[in-house]
């Protein structure tokens, strides 16, 4: 099984929210990393054929999705990042009903319902209603009801907003658990939603992919761009202000460690260190910010340390 997008564009007046967009698809599991508002969501909902392309098309083993119909949407489960419910009916009798809109044989529907309940950990409060559960909670039914139909394809777009992250692991491993023959496809802008269980990622910005690859192969892309720098802790300030910081811990009272994400090494002082998935994501959606030699921008006593 092969889903192809080729070229799928999609304007909204004089915007165009995902430009010329080309990929592809087989089993497993894809994220779909950027920032809010990069087109991520755009895009998937025309994968799934709630939104109509401007031009460009999703096709299915070389056939069209929209030719395709219903077989199509017969073999699709979708979680929006609006999941909508209905709170106060229970989590079995949600997972009915979503099982009959989707064709399932009323004679099956309580049990696929119940079996489907069981896997994603909400089997012993099947019979409680929706607007008991918690956060984590109603994301998992809403995971349930999008593979009730046990889908071929399953789209989940920013499955994890809002949760805390023992939550987030949770939902991670139940995903890493569902993927077996199917093709997943999560977007975050949450980094380690997918850093451990996708086998590709695609970084989308301003309505197209800048960069595709497995994780370990878009961690080159910031290699010889990430230091660890320690610096007296009143320096912290200048130093957020100056270049991308995306963590700082204290070694002592009069020391501070920042890792600092630079093309350009910030101090003599600072040493490489490996990169990280989320040091990508920080480089590539980083405020513009001038790279000013810190050392050069404050005085010697005020300097630097090793």
């Not at 850093?195 to 370990?216: D, H, R, T, W």
């Not at 204290?250 to 040493?271: C, G, L, N, W, Y």
């Not at 040091?279 to 513009?288: G, K, N, P, Q």
Request: with cysteine; glycine share 8%; net charge neutral.
């Amino acid at each position: 099984m092969k889903l192809n997008v080729d070229r799928l564009t999609k304007q909204f007046g004089s915007k165009i929210a995902v430009d010329r967009v080309s990929t592809a698809f087989e089993s497993g599991i894809y994220g779909l990393l950027g920032a809010n508002g990069s087109g991520k969501t755009t895009l998937m909902r025309m994968i799934c054929g709630v939104l109509r392309p401007s031009s460009g098309e999703v096709t299915l083993n070389g056939t069209n999705t929209e030719t395709l119909g219903a077989s199509y949407r017969d073999i699709l489960g979708y979680l929006p990042q609006d999941f909508g419910y209905y709170p106060d009916f229970t989590a079995l009798s949600f997972m009915r009903y979503i099982a009959a809109l989707k064709g399932i044989d009323k004679k099956l529907q309580k049990k696929r319902s119940l079996t489907i309940l069981e896997e994603v950990g909400l089997g012993d409060v099947a019979n409680c209603k929706i607007k008991t559960f918690s956060g984590g909670m109603k994301q998992r039914l809403g995971i349930a009801q999008a593979v009730i139909n046990n889908p071929k394809i399953l789209v989940l777009d920013e499955p994890t907003a809002g949760l805390d992250p023992q939550e987030r692991v949770r939902f991670r491993n139940l995903i890493s658990r569902l993927s077996q023959d199917r093709i997943v496809l999560l977007s975050t802008h949450i980094v380690s939603d997918v850093e451990y269980i996708a086998k590709n990622i695609m970084v989308m910005k301003q309505g197209g992919f800048i960069l595709e690859g497995s994780p370990a192969d878009l961690e080159k892309q910031v290699d010889g761009k990430v230091w660890e720098l320690a610096m007296r802790p009143e320096l912290i300030e200048s130093a957020t202000a100056r270049y991308t910081v995306s963590n700082i811990y204290f070694a002592d009272s009069e020391t501070a460690v920042a890792r600092v994400i630079s093309e350009q090494k910030p101090s003599e002082a600072a040493k490489p260190i490996k990169a990280t998935l989320e040091d990508l994501y920080l480089y590539y959606f980083r405020d513009e910010k001038p790279e000013i030699d810190i050392l050069s921008a404050t005085s010697t006593e005020g300097g630097f340390h090793a």
